[in-house]
């Protein structure tokens, strides 16, 4: 028999931790963090820098008076 290891860290599960498991991926994971930080690359999930003006435009968006808005034409 072969242990189950964490989908992330590869760290053989056990009863200790606190496992997580994601439905859609069909994955168990050691912990909510290792879980969460599978989440955030799997999505290619990164902070957005409002400060570069070629992200806004590539994402037809602009900050008025605080807040994003789509750029109409």
């Given amino acids: 028999m072969e242990a189950l290891k964490c989908r992330s860290c590869r760290k053989?599960?056990?009863t200790?931790?606190?496992i997580e498991y994601s439905q859609f991926i069909t994955?168990?994971?050691c912990g909510p963090d290792c879980a969460?930080?599978?989440y955030f690359d799997y999505m290619q999930?990164?902070?957005a820098d409002l400060e570069d003006t070629e992200f806004l435009?590539?994402?037809e968006i602009k900050?008025?008076?605080?807040k994003?808005?789509?750029v109409e034409e």
């Avoid at 900050?63 to 605080?66: A, F, M």
């Fill in 12 to 14: 053989e599960l056990t």
């Fill in 16 to 18: 200790e931790m606190e």
């Fill in 27 to 29: 994955e168990f994971f």
């Fill in 36 to 38: 969460t930080n599978h």
């Fill in 45 to 47: 999930s990164t902070p």
């Fill in 57 to 59: 435009n590539d994402h």
């Fill in 63 to 66: 900050i008025v008076d605080g």
């Fill in 68 to 70: 994003l808005v789509i």
